[in-house]
């Protein structure tokens, strides 16, 4: 993400909704745009998803998301119930403590439980430092990898100072977009030699889906016990660094196969007074894409898309599994040539039987929430 005021307010919780609207009068517009939708949808679906890809379709709107007007026509074989339970994480379990962000629980919860994931356990190590790639789980969107670190007792760990895959056909680097680890529950004295580490890489889907990869680790350190000094981290002569770490390894097949589905809606609504349209959503197994679209040309300025956007809250997606309701919260959010896309996690390997897009704005003395369940009777 940028560091643009639009997109920062994705990642806030803070949530308004526009004008006070009556309920009846918007559930009547809305189920009217729904049901034009869902006639467009099914031919659509009809001609393009019937197919080997994975299928699902979404269509969603601000003031109220109407999925379940859509789903049915892209499950028409019942699919097996899912439970929205954490997974048992087996070998992994030490991520959920110390690497692994909330927003991204529901998404490795689905792909460990659907046998989604691949264990990669393998380890490069270098001058007392190792790292272990133990797993990994990849789409067309997205790949989430699984690291720990760990040091010898000369130096304690500060931080990862870098983690990068390599596509070893092209020799470029894939697009990491982002970090996170730790060891907060790692026991002394171990505590200071491991870490556990999480990585997200982003794909594009123009290019061909890679086979073998490498990625890349570089560990900061320093002397022992200077992990407690509050300095540490501000003088740049106490920190050391592990030579570059490589493991190269093969992706497992399963991966390639899952396809993303693309569904068009184009449902209007309106958002802090301007009109907008639900353009395309995208589901896979690690990524559920939604991106808005400006309707009017004249709206295209920063200002006039600050104003829409930067008021703008999409809360996240609830899913539910068995009659079992989960939330998918936003994992990122960019600004597009007429508009703004918002990326959640996925549960879809779960087979949910809903998905809900909740999106608020900022207008309006009193706050209001419109969500599928009252419009899915």
Not at 146 to 158: F, M, N, P, R, S
Not at 217 to 236: E, L
Not at 294 to 318: A, C, M, Q, V, Y
């Amino acid at each position: 993400m940028t560091g643009s005021s639009e997109e920062q307010a994705l990642l806030n919780d803070a949530v308004r909704l526009q004008e006070e609207l009556d309920r009846d009068a918007v559930s009547t517009a809305l189920r009217t745009a729904v049901q034009s939708g869902m006639e467009r949808g099914e031919r659509r679906i009809r001609k393009r998803f019937f197919s080997k890809s994975m299928g699902l379709g979404i269509t969603a709107a601000a003031i109220t998301a109407a999925v379940l007007f859509i789903l049915p026509y892209l499950l028409p074989v019942p699919q097996p119930a899912g439970q929205p339970e954490s997974a048992d994480w087996g070998e992994l379990e030490a991520f959920r403590d110390n690497a692994v962000f909330g927003m991204d629980v529901p998404t490795l919860d689905s792909a460990i439980r659907s046998g989604y994931i691949q264990l990669v356990n393998k380890t490069a190590e270098s001058e007392g430092y190792a790292i272990t790639l133990n797993a990994i789980a990849a789409d067309e969107n997205r790949i989430m990898f699984l690291y720990t670190a760990t040091t010898d007792d000369k130096q304690e760990i500060y931080s990862i100072n870098s983690a990068k895959l390599k596509n070893t056909a092209t020799g470029s680097y894939l697009s990491t977009t982002g970090q996170a680890g730790g060891n907060v529950k790692i026991p002394e004295p171990e505590k200071h030699h491991i870490f556990y580490g999480r990585g997200v890489v982003e794909m594009d889907r123009t290019e061909a889906f890679p086979q073998q990869l490498e990625a890349e680790f570089r560990i900061a350190s320093v002397d022992p016990g200077k992990m407690a000094d509050p300095k540490t981290g501000t003088i740049m002569a106490d920190m050391h660094y592990s030579p570059v770490l490589k493991i190269v390894f093969t992706l497992d097949p399963k991966f390639k196969e899952a396809q993303t589905t693309i569904v068009k809606p184009d449902l209007p609504f309106t958002l802090n007074g301007h009109d907008v349209v639900l353009s395309q959503v995208e589901i896979s197994p690690l990524l559920i894409r939604a991106r808005v679209a400006l309707k009017n040309p004249e709206d295209n300025d920063w200002e006039i898309r600050n104003e829409i956007f930067g008021n703008t809250s999409f809360e996240g997606i609830l899913s539910e599994v068995d009659g079992k309701p989960l939330q998918l919260s936003p994992v990122s959010g960019s600004g597009t040539e007429d508009g703004f896309e918002y990326a959640f996690a996925s549960n879809w390997l779960d087979h949910p039987e809903s998905l809900v897009l909740k999106i608020r704005d900022g207008m309006g003395s009193k706050q209001q929430e419109y969500n599928l369940e009252m419009y899915s009777e």
